[in-house]
Each structure stands twice: as structure tokens, then as C-alpha cells.
């Protein structure tokens, strides 16, 4: 497993046996882990600074209180960008149907492989890695837009039209030696290497 502190998984199950069991098999695997009661009590805690929490959601499907189906759908709603992993003792194909449509990265029935539940984690941390990634690249970029003074963001979006310095100054009302001062900036800035990289990075923002 890749070495990612802020990755963990949240375990979910009311089988105080199962949850130890899995607990212990993911910690020696190398895996964080947290580890949950119900559904509810995580959703106490992600009530705390859960839309900080990165990794994936282990949850057993039926629990006393609120299920991992419905657990699902209650994280949709508050937009936690969580993937799941569901596990069930009962083999029901509505109930596996239902976590994929909602998403689920897989639906493991207990007894299940270790392997196959290695393998189903790795897939919900490579999508969340995907997603932080994307996340820092758009952070990044917006924090370069921020550094930008009124001018030079003004100068930043005529040279993403495909404008020249030539029509930059003449649409801002500047010299053309201004204008290739503050394309220059811009491009420091945002560092862009191109123009093309400069549009790419204002596309992602």
C-alpha cells in the first residue's frame, strides 16, 4: 500500500467482533482506521470535520438506526465526497444493485477475501487521491489568480481570447510597453511557461 498518511478508512459495523477483527487486519496491512458503532455515531463525528476526512467508508449494510444504503445517501447529500465500500452477510442483489446506483466502489459479502477487500480500498484511495489532486491543483491555481492586481487580471483575460499586446494596449488604453510589463507579470505569476498553460490553468479555475 502507498504511503499516505491522510488516507484512512472508516470503519462502520454494529458487530463489535467484526469491527475488531477488520481493525486489526487493516492496521496490519499498513491502513489507517477509524472505527465506528453505527452509522450514526459517524455521522456525529463527520458533523465535527468530516468534510475534512480523506480515504473511504467501510460500512456494514444493515445496522440498528441508519443503514449503510441510507448512509450513503445522507453523505451524497451533505456533498462528502467519501467513497464507499459496503459488506453485507446477506447475499441480497437489490441490496448490491442499490450501493452501485449510489455509487458504492464495491459490495463485499461476508466472508469475504482479504484480497478482495485490499483490492476494493486501493480503488477507493486511487479515486481519492484523484480527487485531492484535483483539489490542490484548483487551490493552487486560484491562489495565483488572487495574486494578480486588477490590471494584470484584466491584461490575464484578454491574453486567454488570444489578444496581442498590440490589441491588450489598445483595448486597455496602456502603451505596448505597459501591456508586455504586465504580460510578463502575468505569466510570473501564474507560472505559466506558454500561453497555452496559462489557459489551460484559468480553464481549471
Known sequence: M????????????????VRDS?????????YATRVFDSADAFLRAAGEGGDAW?????????????????????????????PFVVMS????????????????????????DDAD??????????RERERLAAARRERSVGGRLGSLTERER???????????????AACLGIS????????????QKMEAESLAALIAACREA
Open 117 to 126: 477487500l485490499f483490492a476494493a480500498i486501493e480503488q477507493a484511495f486511487a
Open 154 to 168: 484584466e491584461v490575464c483575460e484578454l491574453m486567454v481570447q488570444g489578444l496581442s499586446n498590440h490589441e491588450i
Open 2 to 17: 502507498d504511503n499516505d498518511e491522510r488516507l484512512c478508512v472508516f470503519l462502520i459495523d454494529d458487530d463489535a467482533s
Open 22 to 30: 477488520l481493525a486489526l487486519l487493516l492496521g496490519i496491512r499498513g
Open 176 to 187: 505596448h510597453r505597459t501591456a508586455q510589463v504586465h504580460r510578463g507579470r502575468v505569466m
Open 54 to 82: 480523506a480515504g473511504c467508508v467501510l460500512t456494514d449494510i444493515r445496522m440498528p438506526g441508519t443503514s449503510g444504503l441510507e448512509l450513503q445517501r445522507i453523505a451524497a447529500e451533505r456533498g462528502m465526497p467519501l
Open 89 to 112: 452477510a446477506h447475499g441480497d442483489a437489490a441490496v448490491a444493485r442499490q450501493a452501485f446506483r449510489q455509487a458504492a466502489i464495491d459490495f463485499l459479502e461476508k466472508p469475504f
